[in-house]
């Protein structure tokens, strides 16, 4: 199999002094924070890559952001490598074998290998030639899964995590769990870049409600018209967009039962794979050598084939910031990143070389049969209802205001 690229993001929890994993993401992980050291790892990923693929004939998604983090990167696989490049059209979404034959006038099997099809060429049989393969990518982009299918991984440490309805008995819940932890994370299942992501505490907990309900009535009551009518339209909900199906209408309410037309192995009910509620963890602050004061602090892990490196992702300002929004760490919205120093640098490097393999060999099981991530799906939303039966409710459920 090819080498697969996944990063992870890593906190020092306060209270433990364990590594924590808050997230593990897929072939696209960036690593620009680490490329405004002087460190890039771009150089030694195209070599890896070049290697894997000598003399090969690939075809890439536009969307494969690898090949863009550094200037000559084609030149390179094409001269030093021998590699054939073709690019196909932007594919966004998943796509069936002849809708691309018809669209791009090639079969994608005329190919020694494909990049940046992890969520598109889904039940392909193209697992073994593919950076990333469906069974790797698709559990990188929704994080639910993630969750149910990684959580027992010894050291891994993921943090509990829960998704409902965003229907406004959710936020009965969400209080629920509030109650019990103090601080929690809300955030898109399926986000990048730090979007959508809101960090609930008992302060802030009402004004986040209100303004989550609010929103997401909103957007049911201007999407339904025309979905309800047995017709494809963009809807969209908690930040995740794309072609549903709307199949009936009951009483004075709205019932959804939605299904993505391009994706039959991953069903999507209305917003119930738009959200994750998480526990905040608190992290164990990192002095910032240019200031001398301590920030909030998440350690971005590069594996590709291998461990290649990594470096802290500091918060925007200073801890002294009691605002909660201060505590989500992104290098595209902060700005902020630091070189581990040599201890820091082995002790990720033990950790990574520790919990990936295990990541990787759990994924690869699923290789061929990502359908099963279906079940997995259903498994994390029972198991977040049983864990709260008293609120039970209907998922598909969300009346008018």
């Known amino acids: 199999m090819l080498p697969q690229k996944i990063s992870l993001d890593v906190i020092i929890e306060k209270q433990t002094e364990s590594q924590v994993t808050c997230e593990i993401n897929g072939e696209n992980s960036g690593y620009q924070g680490l490329t405004v050291l002087g460190d890039g790892l771009s150089h030694s990923i195209i070599g890896m890559m070049g290697n894997a693929l000598r003399g ?11 090949l863009y983090f550094a200037r000559g ?11 054939t490049v073709t690019f196909s059209q932007l594919i966004p979404q998943p796509i069936e074998p002849e809708e691309f034959e018809a669209e791009f006038g090639k079969s994608f099997y005329g190919f020694d290998a494909v990049l940046g099809f992890g969520n598109c060429f889904v ?12 069974a790797v990518e698709i559990p990188t982009w929704d994080k639910l899964v993630q969750y149910e299918l990684l959580k027992d991984i010894p050291g891994l440490n993921l943090p509990e995590t829960w ?14 769990l509030q109650e019990t932890y103090g601080k929690l994370v809300w955030k898109p299942r399926t ?11 008992p302060e802030n907990i009402t004004d986040i409600i209100s303004s989550l309900l609010e929103s997401s009535l909103r957007k049911a009551s201007e999407a339904a018209p025309e979905p309800l009518k047995n017709q494809l339209d963009t809807i969209s909900f908690g930040g995740n967009s794309g072609l549903y199906d709307a199949k009936e209408q009951q009483g004075n309410g709205l019932k959804w039962v939605l299904t993505r037309t391009s994706l039959e192995t991953i069903k999507v009910s209305r917003a119930v794979a738009s959200t994750i509620i998480q ?23 590069i594996w590709f084939g291998e461990y290649l490196g990594g470096y802290w992702r500091l918060s925007a300002n200073p801890i002294s910031d009691k605002d909660p929004m201060n505590a989500i760490l992104n290098f595209t919205r902060n700005k902020l990143s630091q070189k581990f120093t040599p201890e820091e640098a082995e002790m990720f490097r033990a950790y990574a070389e520790s919990v990936v393999p295990p990541i990787l ?24 209802l049983q864990e709260f039966k008293p609120l039970a409710f ?8």
């Open 56 to 66: 090969q004939n690939i075809l890439v998604n536009p969307a494969f952001s690898e």
């Open 73 to 83: 990167t084609l030149g390179r696989l094409r001269s030093e490598f021998g590699i």
């Open 123 to 134: 039940g392909s049989g193209l697992e073994e030639r593919m950076i990333n393969s469906p």
């Open 163 to 176: 998704s409902f309805n965003d229907g406004p008995r959710t936020y009965q819940m969400l209080h629920k």
């Open 191 to 201: 986000g990048a870049w730090g979007a959508g992501i809101v960090v609930v505490t």
């Open 279 to 301: 526990r905040f963890v608190e992290t164990e602050p990192v002095v910032y050598e240019k200031t001398g004061e301590r920030h909030h602090a998440s350690a971005r892990l």
């Open 361 to 384: 060999q759990r994924l690869s099981l699923y290789n061929g049969r990502v359908e099963e991530y279906e079940r997995v799906e259903a498994l994390a939303l029972q198991r977040s």
């Open 394 to 401: 209907s998922l598909f459920e969300l009346k008018r205001v």
